[in-house]
């Protein structure tokens, strides 16, 4: 079976990251890999610099303009299958390189026929339930699977996953599935995940794999409890909400109904009351997202 694997690397403004992530690659670089691919963003110019300077066989390209995850994601999944690898390996900035992680993530891959992807399983480092596994349905809140140690089988089903350390078939392509580009940032793997499901193509848990710390979470103080929150920036709460709807809007409701929409506006709301900082700029950034959904308002938002 063909297990060759293109590296596909998404960089914006973390020069030292990715650097530091090239350098592992090359120092322990799996047998695999036919290429190794990094799409950037307005760049400084550090990262062509290093692998110039280190005369690594990297195929580098920058876009004048900032493609966000889902427009970095689908371009490296084109290139990637422009190479003519079997995979497509996607990691971001904050991934760390692991020979073995990719090893058993290619033997899921080849344990079925028509494996569309395989995902690692995501350890989210001091958390009290630091292991999350794969979403076995589409809804953004109640699909998540947090536990306190890995559980089932290596190989059993998901609907999606973080793109972050995904291991993507591109002979996906041939069917014509792509990523949604024009969600910007923000759900584009379930966006993706939905679109493999569509194209009957299986999704896996390679629970032999993990990758660790791929989101920040802080505690907040709610009466008595201290409760883990995402950290992230005000702007990213707009393309959350917006990119469900228009996601709902391209893969009809019966994966998405608008009860979940409805679900996850309302406890987005209750959490940026209860547990956030910038209360009044989140709940703007939130019902201005909904309504750019509600209007198909799509690509890069007004911030950041």
């Not at 650097?19 to 090359?26: E, K, Q, T």
């Not at 670089?29 to 691919?37: D, M």
């Not at 999704?203 to 802080?218: E, H």
């Not at 008595?224 to 469900?244: D, E, S």
Request: proline content about 4%.
């Amino acid at each position: 079976m063909n297990n060759t694997v293109a590296v596909a690397i998404s960089a914006f403004r973390s020069d030292v990251e990715i650097i530091a992530l090239l350098n592992s690659i090359f120092a322990d670089r799996h047998p695999s890999i036919v290429s190794v691919l990094v799409v950037d963003s307005l760049a400084s110019g550090q990262i062509s610099e290093a692998i110039k300077i280190n005369g690594w066989p990297v195929q580098y390209e920058n876009s004048e303009v900032n493609l966000g995850s889902a427009g970095n994601l689908e371009r490296r999944l084109q290139l990637a299958s422009e190479t003519g690898a079997a995979w497509c390996y996607c990691l971001n900035h904050d991934a760390n390189w692991d020979n073995n992680r990719l090893t058993e993530m290619l033997k899921t891959g080849s344990s079925q026929s028509k494996v569309g992807a395989v995902y690692p399983i995501l350890h989210h480092g001091s958390m009290e339930r630091p292991w999350e596994d794969g979403r076995r349905t589409f809804t953004p809140t109640a699909g998540n699977r947090f536990a306190r140690a890995p559980v089932g089988n290596s190989n059993s089903m998901v609907v999606w996953s973080s793109s972050n350390g995904a291991l993507y078939s591109t002979a996906v392509r041939k069917q014509g599935i792509v990523v949604m580009s024009e969600l910007w940032m923000g759900y584009e793997d379930l966006a993706y995940g939905m679109a493999l499901e569509k194209g009957g193509w299986l999704q896996l848990m390679c629970r032999n794999a993990t990758l660790g710390s791929i989101f920040d979470y802080v505690p907040r103080r709610f009466l008595f409890w201290t409760l883990q929150a995402p950290n992230k920036p005000v702007w990213q709460v707009y393309y959350g909400i917006r990119n469900l709807i228009l996601i709902r809007k391209k893969y009809g409701n019966e994966k998405l109904p608008l009860s979940i929409i409805i679900k996850k506006l309302a406890q987005s709301s209750l959490r940026i009351i209860i547990l956030d900082d910038k209360k009044a700029a989140r709940i703007h950034m939130l019902y201005a997202g909904a309504l750019a959904g509600f209007f198909s308002v799509s690509g890069k938002g007004p911030k950041p």
